[in-house]
């Protein structure tokens, strides 16, 4: 097994354009979560998904989005990009463990570079 | 709210000394606590978790309620340890939707 891929793995965009991330999970893994890493900083949650169903939101804008698909992989948009966006963006897939999740496990990361 | 903070940024010591990496935290509800490390040129991995009570490449690290600290310790630092460690918070209650929250991360430095 891979591990938890994304793509693509550097990206370049202007202020005001759109992005779309790509992450696929552990095989098996139904869990699927996003971080945003700026740097210099810790990573900070945007999103979680299981089942294909949002299940947990951090602070950040309604320019965010994300969506999970009927195989477990998930994209992350971000639309009217700002320079502040520009961070390594990290996704991490686990399973479900009772009432709650076991390890995440972290893919590479996207870095996006927004001018 | 949840917090996590790293009070340093930079840690150096050198081969075969005792380290220590400092991490407290805020949080209202039931903790769980993690050290993530990130090794150069690879992805971030978990290093040992609060609750499995292990000791992993032998690094160990207690959770004090009281203090609510959770540091990391080695009694003899090795070069291959040299990496940057994130300690992070997620809520242990049924409620938890597996949301990680983060510190900021130390470097540490193992010297020769």
């Known amino acids: 097994d891979a591990g938890v891929t994304q793509s693509p793995t550097h990206l370049i965009k202007t202020r005001g354009q759109q992005v779309t991330l790509r992450c696929s999970p552990i095989s098996g893994h139904k869990s699927v979560s996003w971080y945003q890493q700026v740097l210099g900083q810790g990573p900070q949650f945007i999103f979680q998904?299981?089942?294909?169903?949002?299940?947990g939101r951090g602070n950040f804008p309604d320019r965010f989005s994300a969506r999970q698909f009927p195989n477990y992989s998930s994209e992350l948009n971000v639309n009217a990009l700002l320079l502040g966006d520009s961070a390594l963006y990290l996704c991490a897939s686990s399973t479900r463990r009772g009432g709650g999740y076991n390890e995440q496990f972290f893919g590479p990361g996207t870095r996006l570079t927004v001018l | 709210a949840q917090r996590v903070t790293q009070p340093e940024k930079l840690l150096s010591v050198f081969k075969g000394a005792p380290v220590e990496l400092k991490c407290n935290y805020s949080?209202?509800?039931?903790?769980?606590l993690f050290w993530y490390v990130q090794y150069s040129r690879q992805r971030l991995q978990l290093l040992l978790r609060?609750?499995s009570r292990e000791s992993i490449k032998g690094f160990t690290a207690d959770l004090n309620k009281g203090e609510t600290s959770f540091h990391l310790k080695k009694p003899f630092a090795q070069e291959e340890d040299s990496a940057m460690y994130y300690c992070a918070l997620r809520d242990a209650g049924g409620t938890s939707y597996g949301k990680l929250t983060f510190g900021q991360g130390t470097i540490l430095t193992v010297h020769p």
């Open positions: 609060h609750i």
């Open positions: 949080y209202s509800g039931s903790p769980e």
């Open positions: 998904y299981y089942e294909k169903e949002e299940r």
